[in-house]
């Protein structure tokens, strides 16, 4: 402060326009323990930078400042392991920076904190962006292809099975509504509060309609409770493995996600390990997020251990309990959120979607609920017409359609067994599952088999979990037979 008071004065008197660049490092984004002198004195320089910016920036003076990473020094070799160290980016790595600071147009650094690994990465996104979002590349799911040629999954002749939606396709009753025969008027915009959807839904969870809130899928539900109850540099608890996109959205606003492992149950599946993560909870933490069923186990959280959890975790504690596969499960001890959070202090969110059992991933309709308290904080950030008026239409035709989903869930649970007994006797190893996918043990090596599904035109989802097993759908019975005898021919 007092060499930058020093350095303004004597600019304005002699008419000088020059830059002051302040050196901050990754201390100025997060606290860290045993280090509050050093933490604050970055928090307290960037803050300075930004407000000489304001003070100084009419005069003619640039102020900036620049993160540094760690880099590999004398200094900073005994608190690494060798090998460790030798992977950190020398010192000059930092020079681009620097010279950015130094040359870049003056109105594009006032005021602006860069951080040297997001520039390294990608200069020019840094120079624009100057915060988390410059390290993200546009995510996309990659294109099926045959032989080098790019296929839309619509393409006759293919069958998609990489993104867990349901074989059974859409409801009638929603298809009708989507065949045009419904007098729907898409000049004007939707009802903001979503009446009839909202009544049939409070119907269904036995919650109050004011317990409810909507959003564009499941996905930008995820991301909501990210910016609703973290802050950049707070921090967020997860199952091992878990969604990548809950971590990308933990990681676009600058929120550390801790995971714990799942653990292997007496029977065969995994347990969430709920007591271990509440013996987690953190000064940082802010939010604990679970998926009910797992994804990708398939395994659910029984209620009355989600019950215990709850009685262990400080009661300001959001949970999120992501069901995007809820309405698969058949199994009644599995948590059904809408029956307990009216019965806990505990702020419990319940994060639902339209996109999978309901078979209408296109339109992108999902829903929250929660007690009352809990969510009119949640639903601050709900978009306004966040669901058109189509897309409200077909999922009120789909709750409604009975014989669709109860017909569904029985063909599930046969289908289950019937691909338990065949993998069994093929000496296949599998993880016992709830929803309308399963963890298999593919044989080596498993592009193997995924070429030889590919071949037959089926796209199974790629990626080894637990070092050994692959994602493998449960659907139709007539692809499941065609599923199992390429599977079991190998």
Not at 128 to 141: I, M, N
Not at 196 to 202: P, V
């Amino acid at each position: 402060f007092l060499c930058s008071r020093a350095v303004i004065s004597w600019m304005r008197e002699n008419g000088v326009q020059g830059r002051i660049v302040n050196v901050s490092s990754g201390a100025g984004r997060y606290p860290a323990s045993r280090l509050a002198p050093y933490v604050v004195s970055k928090f307290g320089l960037e803050g300075l930078t930004r407000c000489l910016a304001l003070d100084a920036g009419w005069g003619g003076t640039t102020v900036t400042a620049v993160q540094l990473g760690t880099v590999r020094t004398r200094l900073s070799r005994p608190h690494f392991r060798w090998e460790d160290h030798e992977m950190l980016p020398p010192p000059e790595s930092v020079v681009p920076l620097f010279v950015h600071a130094l040359t870049a147009p003056h109105n594009s650094l006032q005021g602006r904190i860069l951080a040297a690994w997001r520039f390294a990465k990608d200069p020019e996104a840094e120079a624009l962006l100057a915060g988390p979002l410059a390290s993200f590349e546009h995510v996309r799911f990659p294109r099926l292809t045959r032989a080098g040629t790019p296929l839309s999954r619509a393409d006759a002749g293919i069958v998609p099975l990489d993104r867990a939606e349901n074989q059974h396709g859409m409801p009638p009753r929603a298809r009708k509504v989507l065949d045009g025969s419904s007098p729907l008027d898409f000049s004007r915009y939707p009802e903001g509060d979503y009446q009839e959807l909202r009544a049939i839904l409070s119907g269904q969870l036995g919650l109050p309609g004011e317990c409810i809130t909507f959003g564009a899928g499941s996905a930008e539900l995820v991301e909501r409770a990210v910016r609703t109850f973290a802050q950049p540099g707070d921090e967020a608890l997860a199952t091992d493995p878990t969604w990548f996109m809950f971590q990308r959205f933990a990681a676009m606003h600058d929120v550390r996600v801790r995971k714990v492992a799942l653990s292997r149950r007496p029977d065969g599946g995994f347990s969430h390990n709920l007591e271990t993560i509440a013996r987690s909870v953190g000064v940082e933490t802010r939010f604990i997020y679970l998926i009910n069923p797992n994804n990708p186990t398939g395994n659910g959280i029984a209620k009355d251990d989600f019950l215990r959890f709850l009685e262990l975790l400080p009661p300001h504690i959001p949970v999120l309990v992501d069901e995007a596969y809820l309405e698969f499960s058949t199994n009644p001890a599995t948590l059904k959120g809408n029956e307990i959070v009216l019965q806990t202090d505990h702020p419990v969110i319940g994060l639902r979607t339209f996109s999978k059992f309901y078979g209408l991933a296109g339109l992108r309709i999902g829903y929250a609920y929660a007690a009352p308290q809990t969510i009119r904080l949640f639903n601050r950030l709900e978009h306004p017409f966040a669901l058109s008026s189509v897309a409200e239409a077909a999922a009120i035709a789909a709750l409604q359609d009975k014989d669709f989903y109860d017909g569904v869930r029985q063909s599930l649970d046969e289908e289950r067994a019937h691909i338990h007994r065949r993998l069994t006797e093929a000496g296949i190893g599998f993880i016992p599952s709830e929803t309308h996918y399963m963890l298999v043990e593919f044989p080596d090596p498993p592009e193997r088999i995924y070429q030889a599904f590919e071949n037959e035109g089926i796209y199974l989802s790629r990626g080894l979990f637990f070092g050994r097993y692959s994602v493998y759908p449960i659907g139709r019975r007539d692809q499941n037979a065609r599923n199992l005898d390429i599977l079991c021919s190998l």
